[in-house]
């Protein structure tokens, strides 16, 4: 499993001239990694809305680290698809109908991935008001991971649906693309908006 791996053989592995891990992965683990940092600035502030915060974020961090292999497997189906034989009628539309199959499994894991994002950014916003200011700079960052998972994660919704011969589906997943993504931009620009002044009064 991926995250099984050592920081650099997982870096190496995303570097390779191979088609997994990819940009959903690696979104998947960047989300992790503000996670992490949410509720180790949670860990530090005080009060009941900081302890709770730190519940929230271990259970998303662990989801997004769930997500980091569930993205290569499910892009790993699209590749084995495309590989398919077409040399007969059947085998063509059997092949058309895993590819498409593999390609809205694509689009919805990352799609997981944006609304996690988003639901970690709503737990992480509370904790803005409270957060001690000498971790300001990690909930800064943390809050920023946050949301370069989530447009990460985007792009892969937007590459995968692109595919998508259900035009009506390829819609629903373009629109909550955008919603989430700006939902995202939203909630991280408001902590970061917190964090700034946790740092002018330092």
Same mark, same amino acid.
């Given at each position: 499993?991926? &995250?099984?791996?050592?920081?650099?053989?997982?870096?190496?592995?995303?570097?390779?001239?191979?088609?997994?891990?990819?940009?959903?992965?690696?979104?998947?683990?960047?989300?992790?990694?503000?996670?992490?940092?949410?509720?180790?600035?949670?860990?530090?502030?005080?009060?009941?809305?900081?302890?709770? &915060?730190?519940?929230?974020?271990?259970?998303?961090?662990?989801?997004?680290?769930?997500?980091?292999?569930?993205?290569?497997?499910?892009?790993?189906?699209?590749?084995?698809?495309?590989?398919?034989?077409?040399?007969?009628?059947?085998?063509?539309?059997?092949?058309?109908?895993?590819?498409?199959?593999?390609?809205?499994?694509?689009?919805?894991?990352?799609?997981?991935?944006? /609304?996690?994002?988003?639901?970690?950014?709503?737990?992480?916003?509370?904790?803005?008001?409270?957060?001690?200011?000498?971790?300001?700079?990690?909930?800064?960052?943390?809050?920023?991971?946050?949301?370069?998972?989530?447009?990460?994660?985007?792009?892969?919704?937007? &590459?995968?649906?692109?595919?998508?011969?259900?035009?009506? /589906?390829?819609?629903?997943?373009?629109?909550?693309?955008? /919603?989430?993504?700006?939902?995202?931009? /939203?909630?991280?620009?408001?902590?970061?908006?917190?964090?700034?002044?946790?740092?002018?009064?330092?």
């Amino acid at each position: 499993m991926l &995250i099984d791996k050592t920081l650099r053989e997982f870096a190496d592995a995303v570097a390779a001239k191979t088609s997994t891990p990819g940009g959903g992965s690696v979104a998947s683990y960047a989300s992790a990694l503000g996670a992490a940092l949410g509720t180790m600035a949670a860990r530090y502030s005080e009060g009941e809305a900081a302890a709770k &915060i730190v519940g929230s974020l271990e259970t998303f961090k662990d989801r997004f680290l769930a997500l980091v292999d569930r993205d290569t497997e499910a892009y790993s189906k699209v590749s084995t698809a495309y590989k398919l034989p077409k040399k007969t009628e059947a085998e063509k539309e059997a092949r058309k109908g895993a590819i498409q199959a593999a390609l809205l499994e694509a689009a919805d894991v990352p799609l997981e991935g944006m /609304r996690t994002g988003v639901d970690a950014l709503k737990a992480l916003e509370p904790l803005a008001a409270s957060c001690n200011r000498n971790l300001a700079s990690d909930l800064a960052s943390g809050a920023l991971l946050l949301r370069a998972g989530i447009e990460g994660c985007g792009w892969n919704v937007q &590459i995968n649906a692109a595919g998508l011969a259900d035009h009506a /589906r390829r819609a629903e997943l373009e629109t909550e693309d955008s /919603r989430l993504r700006a939902d995202g931009a /939203r909630l991280s620009e408001a902590v970061l908006a917190q964090a700034a002044r946790l740092v002018s009064r330092a």
